[in-house]
C-alpha cells in the first residue's frame, strides 16, 4: 500500500513535453493560443482595404497576411517600382514572340540561280528542263523568246504546203512583207498564248511571275516544233512522217509546259497541266497538224 501512495509501480518518467506544431511551409509559426489575445481591428473609421493599403506603404505587414521568403507583400520598392513605371516616360517594355515567324510584309523572294546565258538556256530546255526552269523562274527571258520565235516564225511559212507555194511563186517585194508579217504574227501568238497559261496558272493557286512565263512558253513552243518543221521544209506538211513527228513534238511540248508551269508556280502537275491546255490545243490545231 505505501508504495502505491509513493507513486511505485508507475510510470516515473518525467512527462514528455508536447511539441510545437509545425507551421505550413511560407508561414511564420503560429504564437500559442492565448484566450486574451483577439483579431487586430483597423483603427476607427477605416477599413480594411484602407489599413492593407496603409501597411503595404509603409513596408509593414498587412494584418492576416503571410510572408512570402522573408519579404512583406507590398513592400516599399515594389510600390515604387510599380508607381514609377507607369508614370509618363517610364513605361514598361516588353516583347511578343511571334511563333510563325518575323511580323510585318513578306520578304522579297531571293532567285534560285543566277541567270543562264542564252546557249546554256536552250540548251538546258532540251537536256535539263527542271533544273532550268526552276533556275529561271525569276529571271525574264525576252531576248532569247523573242529572238528565237521571230526565227521560228520566218521558217514556219516554208512548213507549211499551200504557204510555201505562194511565197515562192510570188515576187521578191511581195514575198518579203509576207514572210516578216508571219514571223510578227507568230511572235504575237507566243505572247497571247504565253500570258493565257499564266493567267490559268495564278488562277490555280501559282504564284510565279509572268515575264518568265510567258518567255519560257515561247521558247517551249518554238524549240520542239523545230524537228517536224526540218522534215516539213523538204518534204512537205502533208508527208506521214511529219504528221508523226508533229503529234511526238506536240507530247513533248506538252511534258515541257507541265514541267516548267510546275516549277514557276509551284504547282502539281495536274494543275501545271491544266494551265497549259488552251496553249496546247492552240498549237496542235494550229501549227502541228498544218491547219494554219
Known amino acids: 500500500m505505501a508504495g502505491f501512495r509513493n507513486g511505485r509501480g508507475r510510470d516515473n518518467r518525467p512527462p514528455q513535453q508536447q511539441r510545437p506544431q509545425q507551421a505550413p511551409y511560407g508561414y511564420n509559426a503560429a504564437p500559442p493560443p492565448n484566450p486574451q489575445q483577439q483579431w487586430q481591428q483597423p483603427p476607427q473609421g477605416q477599413s480594411y482595404g484602407q489599413s ?53 510584309p513578306a520578304p522579297a523572294p531571293v532567285p534560285t540561280g543566277p541567270r543562264l546565258p542564252w546557249k546554256a538556256l536552250l540548251s538546258g530546255i532540251v537536256l535539263r528542263p527542271a533544273d532550268t526552269f526552276l533556275q529561271m523562274r525569276d529571271h525574264a527571258v525576252w531576248g532569247p523568246a523573242l529572238i528565237v520565235t521571230f526565227l521560228y516564225g520566218l521558217l514556219a511559212i516554208f512548213g507549211f504546203d499551200k504557204a510555201r507555194e ?26 497571247i498564248l504565253g500570258a493565257v497559261t499564266h493567267t490559268l496558272a495564278r488562277q490555280l493557286g501559282g504564284d510565279g511571275a509572268w515575264q518568265p512565263t510567258i518567255g519560257l ?14 522534215f516539213a521544209l523538204f ?20 511534258a515541257l509546259f507541265t514541267v516548267m508551269v510546275s516549277r514557276s508556280h509551284d504547282l502539281p502537275w495536274p494543275k501545271a497541266l491544266g494551265a497549259s491546255a488552251i496553249q496546247l490545243v492552240a498549237l496542235l490545231s494550229l501549227i502541228k497538224l498544218g491547219m494554219l
Open 235 to 254: 518534204l512537205g506538211g502533208e508527208n506521214g512522217l511529219v504528221q508523226v513527228l508533229g503529234w511526238a513534238t506536240w507530247l513533248a511540248a506538252g
Open 217 to 230: 512558253s515561247m521558247l517551249i513552243m518554238s524549240i520542239t516544233d523545230a524537228p517536224r518543221l526540218v
Open 166 to 191: 505562194e511565197a515562192i511563186n510570188a515576187t521578191l517585194s511581195t514575198a518579203i512583207p509576207y514572210v516578216l508579217m508571219t514571223a510578227l504574227g507568230f511572235v504575237l501568238g507566243g505572247l
Open 52 to 104: 492593407y493599403g496603409q501597411q503595404g506603404q509603409h513596408g509593414q505587414q498587412p494584418y492576416g497576411e503571410p510572408e512570402y521568403f522573408g519579404e512583406p507583400y507590398g513592400g516599399q520598392q515594389h510600390q515604387q517600382h510599380a508607381a514609377a513605371a507607369n508614370n509618363p516616360g517610364h513605361t514598361q517594355m516588353f516583347s511578343v514572340d511571334d511563333p510563325y515567324g518575323q511580323a510585318g
